[in-house]
């Protein structure tokens, strides 16, 4: 009996240990977007407020008009040519792009408001 106990809390820590340790190593794709997002800001972002605004915006679309298949094009999420102010936003936030589903809807969150509320 003791040592089908031993074996029965031996196999469930196993099976705890393992999925830990898979996480553990994290996405590394998740890692390289993210990566390459605060690369990408730190080249655009010129003012260095964490923000791409202003003429730092125009820079980074002229910069993607001018080389479509360079570093931005994992940005282009809805694969139009063109990076809009959504896909722009998700540099800032460090995400790295993701192309929509067949569905049309990004896997991508998309950013959200604030309403106020009365008290």
């Known amino acids: 009996m003791k040592s089908t106990t031993l074996l029965l809390c031996a196999a469930g820590l196993l099976a705890l240990a393992v ?18 997002a605060k690369a990408t800001l730190a080249q655009y972002d010129k003012n260095s ?6 003429d730092e915006v125009d820079a980074v679309k002229k ?4 080389d479509p298949n360079g570093s931005l094009k994992q940005f282009d999420t809805n694969g139009d040519g063109k990076l809009d ?3 722009i936003a998700a540099i800032q936030a460090g995400k790295g792009g993701k192309k929509k589903n067949k569905n049309n ?8 408001t604030k309403t106020a509320t009365a008290n």
Request: hydrophobic residues 30%; neutral net charge; charged residues 20%.
């Open 19 to 36: 999925p830990a340790s898979v996480h553990a190593g994290g996405n590394p794709d998740k890692k390289a977007a993210k990566k390459a």
């Open 49 to 54: 407020n964490g923000i791409i605004d202003g």
């Open 63 to 66: 910069a993607y008009a001018a």
């Open 85 to 87: 102010d959504t896909e």
């Open 105 to 112: 809807t990004s896997s991508t969150p998309t950013p959200t």
